[in-house]
C-alpha cells in the first residue's frame, strides 16, 4: 500500500557531497517513523538514519554520526538523506523504509521498502 522511490544517487570523490531522496506514495503514512539503510557487496544490510513523524526527533549509526543529516517534509510525503565528507566505505545500495510508528534499527522490522538507489565514492 506503500511505495518509496529513492533517488540522488551517484559517484562522487572522498570528501564530497551527496543528497539522496525517498519520495512515498499511495496510503497516508503520517506518523510513521521514516530509516534509511544500506548494503555494499558482500554485507549485510545496516542501518544508517531514522528521522520520527514529527521530524524532531533523529538516530544515526556511529559510522556516520557527525557527517549525515536525515530530514522529512510531509507535505511532499519525502525523506532526505545529506551526505556530507562521504568515504569510500560509504559506497553502498541506500534504501529507505517506513510502516513504523517507532524507529528501529532492525531492518526486518520494516514492511515498506523502496528499491535502492546506488552511491559510490572514489578515493
Known amino acids: 500500500q506503500v511505495q518509496l522511490v529513492e533517488s540522488g544517487g551517484g559517484s562522487v570523490q572522498a570528501g564530497g557531497s551527496l543528497r539522496v531522496s525517498c519520495a512515498a506514495s499511495?496510503?497516508?503514512?503520517?506518523?510513521?517513523?521514516m530509516g534509511w539503510f544500506r548494503q555494499a557487496p558482500g554485507k549485510e544490510r545496516e542501518f544508517v538514519a531514522a528521522?520520527?513523524?514529527?521530524?524532531?526527533?533523529?538516530y544515526y549509526a556511529d559510522s556516520v554520526q557527525g557527517r549525515f543529516t536525515i530530514s522529512r517534509d510531509s507535505a511532499k510525503n519525502t525523506v532526505y538523506l545529506q551526505m556530507n565528507n562521504l568515504k569510500p566505505e560509504d559506497t553502498a545500495v541506500y534504501y529507505c523504509a517506513t510502516g513504523l510508528t517507532y524507529y528501529s534499527t532492525n531492518s526486518r522490522s520494516y514492511p515498506y521498502w523502496g528499491q535502492g538507489t546506488q552511491v559510490t565514492v572514489s578515493s
Open positions: 528521522v520520527s513523524w514529527s521530524g524532531g526527533r533523529t
Open positions: 499511495g496510503r497516508t503514512f503520517n506518523r510513521y517513523a
